[in-house]
């Protein structure tokens, strides 16, 4: 395994008072990890702004690195822009820009932004201030042309300032070194993080594997849809076949991990844990 692997983790906005406090504990216990940044999404046409902002801010004051998702969705650009420039001007200094899908009810003539843009308009009015992640997806984006339009399209933004990509989850090592390597034939030197998705519930993931084009593979299917029953044997199975995963990718070549970790902190950090990532001491 490489020597200091990059580690983020992924969290939804909280919404309830709750939610928000159980983050807190998900924050302490993840830190041990020493990651880079705990990331909040931000909602689909911006649904969630103010819930993913006051997040950001109470990790960031908590002494976290903490990176919002951002992305044009149901806004003006010069509202995303105010947006940015106030977390800037709140020491956050990572994004994770995105186009963003719009809820739907909202679709009509409305136009995303695709994600170069925005990259691009965030270093026009930020300059060079945030680092700046974006999505890539090995497995390649539902609405893509074509494998290769993909990969030009992730190139552009890379191009437009990004500084490094994470990708969607997957369960097939191969694709993801596939995906790799024809990022840097297209000319893509920056970093390329795989999203780990842990498996802890067949139906749930089932159903967002097919919204958002990641596929779970047949022999997984098939094996997590008998343990969805007994959700204890589900969970140990999920967390060796991602161990695995994340193992091989590590040997691989892959520069980190990105966690989506739900919120919850259990299964990252037995995840982490199987990988012998360092352990900060107290
Ligand atoms: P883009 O890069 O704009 O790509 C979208 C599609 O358009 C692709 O098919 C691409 O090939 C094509 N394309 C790209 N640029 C252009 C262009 N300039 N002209 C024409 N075609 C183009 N969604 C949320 O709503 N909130 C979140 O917080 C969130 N976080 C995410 C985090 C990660 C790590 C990942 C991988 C995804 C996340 N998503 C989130 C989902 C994401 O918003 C959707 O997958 C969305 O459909 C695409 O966003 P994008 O930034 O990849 O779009």
């Known amino acids: 395994m490489m020597n200091n692997p990059h580690i983020s983790f992924e969290f939804f906005a909280a919404k309830t008072e709750e939610g928000r406090q159980k983050l807190k504990t998900t924050c302490l216990e993840l830190d041990k990890f020493s990651p880079e940044f705990f990331s909040v999404t931000y909602g689909a046409g911006g649904s969630t702004r103010d819930t993913t902002k006051d997040l950001v801010l109470d990790i960031q004051a908590d002494g976290y690195s903490a990176a919002p998702h951002l992305s044009v969705g149901g806004d003006s650009k010069t509202d995303v ?3 940015a420039k106030s977390y800037q001007d709140a020491g956050i200094n990572k994004l994770v820009a995105l186009r963003g899908d719009l809820p739907s009810g909202i679709g009509g003539t409305k136009q995303l932004v695709h994600a170069n843009e925005l990259v691009a308009l965030i270093r026009e009015h930020c300059g060079d201030h945030f680092e700046i992640n974006v999505a890539a997806y090995p497995e390649i984006h ?4 074509s494998y290769s339009k993909d990969i030009f399209w ?3 933004k890379f191009k437009a300032g990004a500084d490094r990509a994470i990708t969607q ?3 097939n090592a191969q694709a993801y070194f596939r995906f790799v390597e024809a ?3 297209a000319g893509i030197d920056k970093p390329i993080v795989p999203g780990i998705m842990p498996l802890t519930n067949f139906h749930n993931l089932a159903r967002f594997s097919d919204n958002c084009g990641a596929d779970i593979p047949r022999w997984l299917r098939w094996q997590l849809q008998e343990l969805s029953e007994t959700p204890e044997d589900l969970i140990k199975f999920g967390l060796e076949v991602v161990t695995n995963l994340c193992e091989d990718l590590l040997k691989g070549g892959a520069p980190g991990l990105h966690f989506y970790t739900m919120n919850q902190w259990q299964i990252s950090d037995t995840l982490c844990r199987n990988l012998g990532l360092p352990i900060k001491t107290p």
């Open 81 to 83: 822009i105010q947006l």
């Open 142 to 145: 539902p609405e893509a042309e």
């Open 154 to 156: 992730l190139g552009e």
């Open 169 to 171: 989850y997957f369960y």
């Open 183 to 185: 990022c840097a034939r």
